[in-house]
């Protein structure tokens, strides 16, 4: 069973500092990882992905990838209340063949002003 | 324009009946999917089409049918209704040719079976 854990939150920050998300995967063989965030009753969008050891940065977002420890994170940085939103990670399993994508059931942050 | 489309965006139907759920996508993607959300449960894969001739069951199939009429569109049917297939329901697309295939998702279908 290949499965991609989240903690559901609610994560709660205050606005202008540091939010971490994290998740875990259970499947050594994948591939590429995304961030998706989704606002109440809105469809999933986009944030980033990353497929590499490291840190991936596109502006206030950085994600990060630990394969050895079957982890990837997304930081935000200088938070907002535009960014309460739930944080959905997913994971390509390339290497399994044609696999849909894996989701997390998703993180709830919500950021106080 | 909305890349990927659905319709309806909201439908209220009756315990029994049948419906259908259509998306559409101008992406060019040769990949859909079809998700259903429910509150505390996050998204789960209902079918999937990797090309007009495969059709995959996901981890939530019966109750459910789709038709992939041709690469732009998949059809999500509920046969006979029933009030625990409320929720709300999601398409997205791929492209396999794509290294990280991203998925792209549609508007939503918000569902209410009584």
């Known amino acids: 069973q290949k499965e991609v854990e989240q903690n559901s939150g609610p994560l709660s920050v205050p606005e202008g500092a540091i939010a971490s998300l994290n998740c875990t995967y259970s499947?050594?063989?994948?591939?590429?990882f995304f961030w998706y965030r989704q606002y109440s009753g809105k469809s999933p969008e986009l944030i980033m992905f990353i497929y590499s050891n490291g840190d991936k940065e596109d502006g206030r977002f950085t994600a990060q990838l630990n394969k050895a420890s079957q982890y990837v994170s997304l930081l935000i940085r200088d938070s907002q209340p535009s960014d309460s939103a739930t944080y959905l990670c997913?994971?390509?399993?390339?290497?399994?063949?044609?696999?849909?994508?894996?989701f997390g059931k998703g993180t709830r942050l919500s950021v106080i002003a | 324009d909305a890349d990927v489309t659905q319709t309806p965006r909201n439908r209220i139907t009756k315990t029994g009946k049948r419906i259908m759920l259509e998306c559409s996508q101008t992406?060019?993607?040769?990949?859909m999917y079809w998700y259903r959300q429910d509150p505390g449960l996050g998204l789960r894969l209902i079918y999937y089409?990797?090309?007009?001739?495969?059709?995959n069951k996901g981890e939530i199939s019966d109750g459910y049918s789709v038709s992939r009429q041709a690469q732009a569109k998949f059809s999500l049917s509920l046969e006979s209704a029933i009030p625990n297939q409320t929720a709300l329901y999601f398409c997205?697309?791929?492209?396999?040719?794509?290294?990280?295939?991203?998925?792209?998702f549609g508007p939503g279908t918000r569902l209410l079976v009584l």
């Open positions: 499947d050594r063989g994948s591939q590429s």
């Open positions: 997913a994971v390509n399993i390339r290497n399994s063949g044609n696999t849909p994508l894996v």
């Open positions: 089409s990797f090309d007009v001739k495969d059709i």
């Open positions: 992406k060019g993607h040769d990949r």
């Open positions: 997205a697309t791929s492209d396999s040719h794509s290294y990280q295939e991203t998925q792209y």
